[in-house]
């Protein structure tokens, strides 16, 4: 899942709304990356994907009266777990080997 919420009624800066958010994936154990549009999160699951998104909304909901999130899945149940870095190793390896 890569996925971005925030909150859109606190000010032009809300990295501090999303360091929480970032804190409770690191927490839950999943593999994730963090990037500068969003956040990667790889779950064994659809249903633990969402659970995500929902505890990152729990996070926000006290804070803010209006919640922005943009949520997108590949589902690939033929793979093992790890396709976050294989995924980035596989270009990485195509890429050395044109400039070679």
Do not use: W
């Not at 958010?21 to 549009?37: C, H, K, N, P, W």
């Not at 969003?38 to 006290?62: H, S, W």
């Not at 294989?86 to 890429?95: A, L, R, V």
């Amino acid at each position: 899942m890569n996925f971005a919420m925030f909150p859109t009624d606190q000010g032009i800066s809300v990295s501090a709304y999303v360091s929480k958010i970032v804190e409770m994936i690191s927490q839950s154990g999943f593999d994730y990356r963090l990037t500068a549009m969003g956040t990667i999160v790889e779950t064994e699951n659809v249903t633990q994907a969402f659970a995500i998104a929902e505890m990152a909304y729990d996070i926000l909901e006290p804070h803010s009266k209006r919640v922005y999130a943009t949520i997108s899945l590949d589902i690939q149940t033929n793979k093992p777990m790890g396709r976050i870095t294989k995924k980035t190793e596989s270009i990485e390896d195509k890429i050395g080997k044109l400039k070679t």
